[in-house]
């Protein structure tokens, strides 16, 4: 296990990165012959009989995933659903049932509770799941613990297998809550559109079904980072990722929004996550389905290492979001 | 919704209680078709080709369900795991799959999180469960996620359907976890047995299946406390469960233990929690299967209450634990 090795050598989380821990963590997990994708991708694929269960496991951090005092709390219940639900429909699947786990500080406003579980509820009841069950525990830090099971077509859509010459598409929005946050950070109040994208995420639930029947050779939600998560695809499929700004600029925030509050548009497209839009490839000669935007283009990683590249540079930016 | 209603006039979740709050929170849950036994059962049960497939989810937060300085970090994953495998088992299902979500403090030793998830691996891989995915993130509470999934015969073993004259039994030790972690409280530390059984729980993962083969017609874990646990059997059933003391003797921590250090063996028993034997109830006439022991019997609750009484008597000492 050289992963768990190399990691006990690091003193503290925070040494260690997500990324290290990740690794060592997944060197001593056991994993039986009815799994068919384990950790690492949006879901987790367990043997069925005619479609995959899918699970897929997400905490959100007071301070950290969300703050009290910038949204309500049935727009953070929705967000913490949308998260999970969008990770089913990266798989190319459906979600059919929730659990949400409730670490709750003694003095939280119960209303506050009942609102947070209304949103959840909503944004569960729009796609047709369930909230099967869950847990309920006192905690100083408010935390939210939410999995999600579905189902999903064999085979279903991974993070490799994008090939060069792929086209790179997206379906929904990407930088709109990366703007939301940016000028609630600046104690600007508009405009609301983008606010209330940061708010409450609106991914495209019906895009990655759409996107597994049409060939998708690869898909992930973006949910850290366009970059970082499009880095995701390129090393697990050994490709460089070319993504074009021109192209990206359609499904981003409008230009007027970010206009002189200093924030800066292409960042908040380039780096920003929340958004919860599918990212994917297709072989060239497929025809996007409705609501996909071509984006980019899939390149040989030629003699180099898997990277992503904007307009053909190397990207030196921030890529997204890191834990530690 | 009135159950929701009456929540949001209580001021905070303490007031509202947990069990106020979980029945305001699932009035406003959605559950479709394919839910079979949605929240309040031990796991929820969808709807599944052969077999059910079976969820459910747990916290644990430092200082509340575990302490760093009282029990090694193995023993500390392995419990994570095995809580949640015996819920599974209390449905009379199979575990197959975990998922595990963590929030960790920057600063917390990664020798210790690997440590961790070596024990929480080595519980699941005892009965063929996989890890098949998770989430990092930081949080300045430690606090762990498990979700399992497993699958059931149809139907499960609920809580509901005791019946007067049915044979309740218990399978598993009980007290014994309770009897050790009041010794560390005490700062005793024999005898090691004792100890060893709070540190890492033996959960009889055989007798679920074997129960309901047997056709046990209510069954749950013990994790509460044996009155409490025993109380959700007798509300959902409608009945009166009442449990003997000289036969809990037979499951419960030996009489030299606890001897001379102030705790009370019989409180162990009815109260400690963290053990997860199985309770189930049995027809009469049914024979109980190798592994469990009779340690009561259920009588009608005549024109009266549903409730857990022990030797015949009313009991009104502490039941077992809450969360707020």
Known sequence: MPGSSSTLRLPTVAHAGEFGLINAIRSIL???????????????????????????????????????????????????????????????????????????????PAAWVMEFVRGFAEEAGSVGASVVGGDLTSSDTLMLAVTVLGSCPAPPVLRSGARPGDTVAIAGRQGWSAAGLALLERGVSEPQELLKA?????????????????????????????????????????VVIDLWTDELRLVGPPASGPAGTGVD????????????????????????????????????????QPMVTVDGEAYDGPAGWTHF
């Open 30 to 108: 056991p994993q039986g012959s009815h799994v068919i994708v384990g950790p690492g991708d949006d879901c987790a694929v367990v043997r069925g009989q005619e479609t995959c269960p899918v699970i897929s496991t997400d905490l959100m951090v007071e301070g950290r995933h969300f703050r009290r005092d910038w949204s309500p709390a049935a727009d953070i219940g929705a967000r913490a659903a949308a998260q999970n639900l969008s990770d089913v429909n990266a798989m190319g699947g459906t979600a059919t049932s929730l659990t949400l786990g409730l670490a709750l500080p003694h003095d939280l």
């Open 198 to 238: 940061y708010h409450r995420p609106t991914p495209p639930y019906a895009a990655g079904p759409e996107a597994a029947r049409a060939g998708a050779t690869v898909m992930l939600d973006v949910s850290d980072g366009l970059v970082a998560d499009a880095r995701h695809l390129a090393q697990a499929s050994n």
């Open 265 to 304: 548009r292409m960042q908040c497209i380039l780096s920003g996550g929340d958004d919860h839009p599918l990212l994917a490839c297709f072989n060239r000669t497929a025809e996007l389905p409705d609501g996909w935007t071509q984006v980019g283009a899939v390149l040989p990683a030629d003699g180099g």
